[in-house]
């Protein structure tokens, strides 16, 4: 069958999918998801490990759209109005799952190198879907921006906790390794040369976007230069092996910043015009990848993961908030909003497994493919669950169908 005929029969499919679950009153991602689980390798095998490799790129694309969206979000006057509250969320909750989830699985394993790997796993999240429950049901108010900043910012401080921890963890392993030795130094800025970098080259693409775009009048041109940003974002970002999500959320941070939150809505609102159609593509490719057949051999450790994460980010955000004095939805409901967790984490996973192919040792061989199996399968867990747990705390908020 030619790919084209596959991926319209899948998207239609999906749709439909979509379109009954929403009836259930569940996200329409989450049948997006259903089908490519049925379509994947899991089940009915439609989709070829190459055939979705070769789709790669719908993937990038979507997460480079969602990226620019959050940033035209980020107006620095409308985050002042949160007060100091979203900045002690996003260290609270980022935190409080490193540290939680270090303890919980050194408690559970007592080896201390797998400990601070899942750790360095847990702060990462998956904007995606975040951002697609949001737009699905147009929330708005305090707890939807929150939600903005903080899925777009807690992943820069993720990859910064993921360098500082791993760097400890190859320490240690190879410590174990006679004649062996690792440049702690030399990861740790590594990860602040991916941050630097991805937020430099994001705020000057930003910058020139915001002397373009507002003498554009037309939406159909509008359309056309913001693909062209958020393309270059994201090949510049996988050449120099830099963050699409950071440099793209740059972007649009700087744009809304120079340019006014009006001029900000006015380009979102075009870009609203294509993430449904992205939405589908990118959850049923998501679930397509997804191996169900792994979650029964998740075994103790997944679990302490899912449970040290849950706790981690809902009570650290809850804690962050306190602290912060921020809105009272926000205090209680964003903890919920934020546990969505797929892409990022199985990217960072995977530089793990070949770190540890690298070390050679067994010690860390079984740490490379243990951490790799259960990122996975833990994401099939909060990949579904996260967007219905957002969509909860948006309703239980008031801020679903909520006119602006």
Same mark, same amino acid.
């Given at each position: 069958?030619?790919?084209?005929?596959?991926?319209?029969?899948?998207?239609?499919?999906?749709?439909?999918?979509?379109?009954?679950?929403?009836?259930?009153?569940?996200?329409?991602?989450?049948?997006?998801?259903?089908?490519?689980?049925?379509?994947?390798?899991?089940? @009915?095998?439609?989709?070829?490990?190459?055939?979705?490799?070769?789709?790669?790129?719908?993937?990038?694309?979507?997460?480079g759209y969602v990226a620019i969206t959050i940033g035209l979000e980020l107006s620095i006057p409308a985050l002042r109005k949160q007060g100091k509250g979203i900045v002690t969320?996003?260290?609270?909750?980022?935190?409080?799952?490193?540290?939680?989830?270090?303890?919980?699985?050194?408690?559970?394993?007592?080896?201390?190198?797998?400990?601070?790997?899942?750790?360095?796993?847990?702060?990462?999240?998956?904007?995606?879907?975040?951002?697609?429950?949001?737009?699905?049901?147009?929330?708005?108010?305090?707890?939807?921006?929150?939600?903005?900043?903080?899925?777009?910012?807690?992943?820069?401080?993720?990859?910064?906790?993921?360098?500082?921890?791993?760097?400890?963890?190859?320490?240690?392993?190879?410590?174990?390794?006679?004649?062996?030795?690792?440049?702690?130094?030399?990861?740790?800025?590594?990860?602040?040369?991916?941050?630097?970098?991805?937020?430099?080259?994001?705020?000057?693409?930003?910058?020139?976007?915001?002397?373009?775009?507002?003498?554009?009048?037309?939406?159909?041109?509008?359309?056309?230069?913001?693909?062209?940003?958020?393309a270059f974002g994201i090949g510049i970002s996988n050449q120099l092996h830099l963050s699409l999500i950071l440099t793209n959320m740059m972007v649009g941070l700087v744009f809304?910043?120079?340019? @006014?939150?009006?001029?900000?809505?006015?380009?979102?609102?075009?870009?609203?015009?294509?993430?449904?159609?992205?939405?589908?593509?990118?959850?049923?490719?998501?679930?397509?990848?997804?191996?169900?057949?792994?979650?029964?051999?998740?075994?103790?450790?997944?679990?302490?993961?899912?449970?040290?994460?849950?706790?981690?980010?809902?009570?650290?955000?809850?804690?962050?908030?306190t602290i912060g004095k921020a809105d009272d939805n926000i205090r209680k409901y964003l903890g919920m909003g934020i546990l969505s967790q797929a892409g990022v984490a199985i990217?960072?996973?995977?530089?793990?497994?070949?770190?540890?192919?690298?070390?050679?040792?067994?010690?860390?061989?079984?740490?490379?493919?243990?951490?790799?199996?259960?990122?996975?399968?833990?994401?099939?867990?909060?990949?579904?669950?996260?967007?219905?747990?957002?969509?909860?705390?948006?309703?239980?908020?008031?801020?679903?169908?909520?006119?602006?």
């Amino acid at each position: 069958m030619k790919p084209f005929l596959i991926i319209a029969i899948a998207a239609s499919a999906a749709y439909m999918m979509g379109f009954l679950t929403k009836k259930l009153r569940l996200p329409s991602l989450v049948g997006y998801m259903i089908t490519g689980v049925i379509l994947g390798g899991s089940i @009915g095998k439609v989709f070829s490990n190459e055939f979705l490799g070769n789709l790669h790129f719908i993937s990038d694309m979507v997460l480079g759209y969602v990226a620019i969206t959050i940033g035209l979000e980020l107006s620095i006057p409308a985050l002042r109005k949160q007060g100091k509250g979203i900045v002690t969320i996003i260290f609270a909750e980022s935190f409080g799952a490193f540290f939680i989830v270090t303890a919980a699985i050194y408690l559970f394993t007592r080896d201390l190198p797998l400990a601070l790997v899942f750790g360095a796993m847990a702060p990462a999240s998956a904007p995606a879907g975040t951002v697609a429950v949001i737009q699905e049901y147009r929330a708005h108010g305090n707890l939807t921006k929150a939600l903005y900043a903080v899925v777009g910012f807690d992943d820069g401080l993720a990859i910064i906790i993921f360098g500082v921890a791993f760097a400890m963890a190859k320490t240690i392993l190879a410590s174990e390794i006679p004649g062996a030795s690792v440049n702690t130094i030399g990861g740790l800025l590594t990860a602040g040369k991916e941050i630097v970098l991805s937020l430099t080259i994001g705020g000057a693409m930003g910058f020139v976007l915001a002397k373009i775009l507002p003498r554009v009048q037309q939406t159909s041109e509008i359309i056309i230069i913001s693909f062209c940003a958020i393309a270059f974002g994201i090949g510049i970002s996988n050449q120099l092996h830099l963050s699409l999500i950071l440099t793209n959320m740059m972007v649009g941070l700087v744009f809304v910043n120079i340019t @006014g939150e009006h001029s900000g809505h006015r380009i979102s609102s075009t870009l609203s015009q294509l993430m449904p159609l992205l939405f589908v593509l990118f959850f049923m490719l998501a679930g397509a990848h997804l191996n169900i057949w792994a979650l029964p051999a998740l075994g103790g450790i997944g679990l302490v993961y899912i449970i040290g994460r849950s706790l981690g980010l809902m009570g650290g955000a809850y804690v962050g908030a306190t602290i912060g004095k921020a809105d009272d939805n926000i205090r209680k409901y964003l903890g919920m909003g934020i546990l969505s967790q797929a892409g990022v984490a199985i990217g960072l996973a995977l530089v793990v497994s070949s770190e540890a192919t690298t070390l050679g040792s067994p010690h860390a061989l079984w740490i490379g493919s243990s951490v790799l199996a259960s990122v996975t399968a833990t994401s099939i867990v909060f990949e579904i669950a996260g967007p219905v747990l957002t969509k909860i705390a948006l309703t239980k908020a008031g801020e679903i169908n909520r006119k602006s």
